[in-house]
């Protein structure tokens, strides 16, 4: 399988390394608006070529599929190109500003026959894994109250391309809050309204973006919970936080990034520990792929998946108080 990356940036580099711990059963190869950054991805993480522009890496007949990791302003145009060329394609998330986008994408897949992944590597994580298999196993009873915390005070560099929201599509919660977004709504209960609520913005600082938000919801099963998201809050250890996951029977309490879980329920407290080893999930979403590919199914994160993410985030800036995502 010969991947090709569209986009030399950070998280090419995030991808390349899990994907070389995969083997040799994957040829990588790298696309650049910068030929020479192009060439020197390629040296670095021993790709097998190198493209000056995405169009080349697109038109190579001897690339099976593209990972689409440059700002989302452009993933729309790069994912329709793929796909006419008969690609595969993994977008990285938010894959697409508008529901209508994911539509377009949606269209022209079927008429490709190819697989589209949106990249959203903490569904595969450890940690939803574990939480997953304790809510279906009612390790707590019926769930009652979800509270996820993330909140760490990380600024961007005021050239990052994520302060400027024609860029990333949004601000800080529509950019990388969709994560979270999904890791709450993956769990098992599915969200059936969600609302946003953001404080006041501080303009302080070169990280210009709105960086917080809170988020109500509810679940089918009439659980309700809250998400509350900050890039501008110090935490312990710069990240360190901790979520909780109410039932009528225990409680569930999870350090927020995957570390350690505790469960207070019938019996004993037990602590596990998810597994360190592709704690962020790229891995097994990288084999989610190959695997849909080589099978002809559609992924666990397809876009039929991320357009239930699509229609929350529609819903959050939806409320009156909430900033508009483009």
Same mark, same amino acid.
């Given at each position: 399988?010969?991947?090709?990356?569209?986009?030399?940036?950070?998280?090419?580099?995030?991808?390349?390394?899990?994907?070389?711990?995969?083997?040799?059963?994957?040829?990588?190869?790298?696309?650049?608006?910068?030929?020479?950054? =192009?060439?020197?991805?390629?040296?670095?993480?021993?790709? $097998?070529?190198?493209?000056?522009?995405? #169009?080349?890496?697109?038109?190579?007949?001897?690339?099976? %599929?593209?990972?689409?990791?440059?700002?989302?302003? /452009?993933?729309?145009?790069?994912?329709?190109?793929?796909?006419?060329?008969?690609?595969?394609?993994?977008? @990285?998330?938010?894959?697409?500003?508008?529901?209508?986008?994911?539509?377009?994408?949606? $269209?022209?897949?079927?008429?490709?026959?190819?697989?589209?992944?949106?990249?959203?590597?903490?569904?595969? &994580?450890?940690?939803?894994?574990?939480?997953?298999?304790?809510?279906?196993?009612?390790?707590?009873?019926?769930?009652?109250?979800?509270?996820?915390?993330?909140?760490?005070? +990380?600024?961007?560099?005021?050239?990052?391309?994520?302060?400027?929201? #024609?860029? $990333?599509?949004?601000?800080?919660?529509? @950019?990388?809050?969709?994560?979270?977004?999904?890791? %709450?709504?993956?769990?098992?209960?599915?969200?059936?309204?969600?609302?946003? /609520?953001?404080?006041?913005?501080?303009?302080?600082?070169?990280? +210009? *973006?709105? &960086?917080?938000?809170?988020?109500?919801? *509810?679940?089918?099963?009439? =659980?309700?919970? %809250?998400? /509350?998201?900050?890039?501008?809050?110090?935490?312990?250890? +710069?990240?360190?936080?901790?979520? &909780?996951? /109410?039932? *009528?029977?225990?409680?569930?309490?999870?350090?927020?990034?995957?570390?350690?879980?505790?469960?207070?329920?019938?019996?004993?407290?037990?602590?596990?520990?998810?597994?360190?080893?592709?704690?962020?999930?790229?891995?097994?979403?990288?084999?989610?792929?190959?695997?849909?590919?080589?099978?002809? *199914?559609?992924?666990?994160?397809?876009?039929? #998946?991320?357009?239930?993410?699509?229609?929350?985030?529609?819903?959050?800036? %939806? #409320?009156?108080?909430?900033?508009?995502?483009?």
């Amino acid at each position: 399988m010969h991947i090709a990356f569209l986009g030399c940036g950070f998280i090419a580099g995030v991808h390349s390394r899990h994907l070389k711990a995969l083997g040799d059963g994957v040829v990588r190869s790298y696309a650049s608006r910068d030929g020479a950054k =192009a060439e020197a991805y390629r040296r670095s993480y021993r790709g $097998a070529g190198s493209y000056e522009g995405y #169009t080349a890496a697109i038109a190579d007949p001897a690339v099976d %599929a593209v990972v689409i990791a440059v700002p989302p302003r /452009f993933h729309l145009d790069l994912t329709l190109q793929a796909l006419s060329a008969g690609k595969h394609v993994l977008v @990285e998330k938010p894959a697409y500003f508008r529901m209508e986008d994911y539509q377009r994408v949606q $269209a022209a897949r079927d008429r490709a026959g190819r697989v589209v992944l949106v990249g959203e590597n903490d569904h595969y &994580k450890p940690l939803a894994v574990c939480l997953r298999r304790l809510l279906r196993e009612g390790a707590i009873g019926e769930l009652v109250f979800a509270h996820f915390t993330t909140l760490v005070k +990380r600024f961007k560099r005021a050239d990052d391309w994520r302060n400027d929201e #024609t860029m $990333a599509g949004g601000d800080a919660f529509f @950019e990388e809050g969709i994560h979270w977004l999904h890791l %709450a709504n993956s769990l098992g209960p599915v969200m059936t309204e969600a609302s946003g /609520f953001q404080p006041g913005a501080s303009s302080d600082g070169p990280d +210009r *973006r709105v &960086k917080s938000m809170m988020v109500a919801f *509810r679940y089918d099963n009439d =659980a309700v919970g %809250a998400l /509350f998201y900050s890039r501008e809050v110090p935490s312990l250890l +710069r990240g360190l936080r901790v979520s &909780k996951l /109410f039932g *009528r029977a225990g409680i569930i309490s999870f350090e927020s990034n995957g570390a350690v879980v505790l469960v207070r329920g019938s019996g004993m407290p037990r602590v596990i520990l998810p597994g360190f080893r592709d704690m962020r999930g790229y891995q097994a979403m990288y084999r989610d792929f190959l695997d849909a590919i080589h099978t002809n *199914r559609a992924p666990q994160m397809s876009l039929e #998946t991320a357009i239930v993410d699509q229609r929350l985030m529609d819903q959050i800036y %939806a #409320t009156p108080g909430a900033a508009s995502s483009s």
